[in-house]
C-alpha cells in the first residue's frame, strides 16, 4: 500500500502561514486524489481540502476557504497545504489522505474521510494566540 509521510508542521501565532507537504511512496500517486483532514482531541476528524489527482479541481471546508490552498506536485509525489492567516482554532493534528478511484465526484464525497484508502501519521500544527 501507499506510505504517505506528513512535515512542515509546528507552533506559531495567528496571522501566521505554514505549508505541510506529505510525501508518498509507490508509482500510483499520480492516479490518486488527495486530501487533508485535521483533528483536534476529543473532536471528530474534520475534512480540509482535496484534490483530484489531476488537480482539474480542489474543493474546502468553508472553515478554510480563502485562507487555505491545497496544490500537488505529481513529479514528486507531494501534496501541499499552504496554510495562510492562521487562527487558534487550526491547532489539530493534520493528515494527509489517498483516495485510489480517482474519480470525479460531488464536492460532498471528499469531504468523507471514510472513502480514503490511505493516511499518513499526521503532522501537529498549533497556533497560538
Known amino acids: 500500500q501507499v506510505r504517505m509521510v506528513e512535515s512542515g508542521g509546528g507552533l506559531l501565532q495567528a496571522g501566521g502561514s505554514l505549508r505541510l507537504s506529505c510525501a508518498a511512496s509507490?508509482?500510483?500517486?499520480?492516479?490518486?486524489?488527495m486530501g487533508w483532514f485535521r483533528q483536534a482531541p476529543g473532536k471528530e476528524r474534520e475534512f480540509v481540502a482535496a484534490?483530484?489527482?489531476?488537480?482539474?479541481?480542489?474543493y474546502y471546508a468553508d472553515s478554510v476557504k480563502g485562507r487555505f490552498t491545497i496544490s500537488r506536485d505529481n513529479a514528486k509525489n507531494t501534496v501541499y497545504l499552504q496554510m495562510n492567516n492562521l487562527k487558534p482554532e487550526d491547532t489539530a493534528v493534520y493528515y494527509c489522505?489517498?483516495?485510489?478511484?480517482?474519480?470525479?465526484?460531488?464536492?460532498?464525497?471528499?469531504?468523507?474521510?471514510?472513502?480514503?484508502?490511505?493516511w499518513g501519521q499526521g503532522t501537529q500544527v498549533t497556533v497560538s494566540s
Open positions: 489522505a489517498a483516495e485510489r478511484s480517482a474519480g470525479d465526484y460531488s464536492s460532498s464525497y471528499y469531504g468523507r474521510a471514510r472513502v480514503y484508502d490511505y
Open positions: 509507490g508509482r500510483t500517486f499520480s492516479s490518486y486524489n
Open positions: 484534490i483530484r489527482w489531476n488537480a482539474v479541481n480542489t
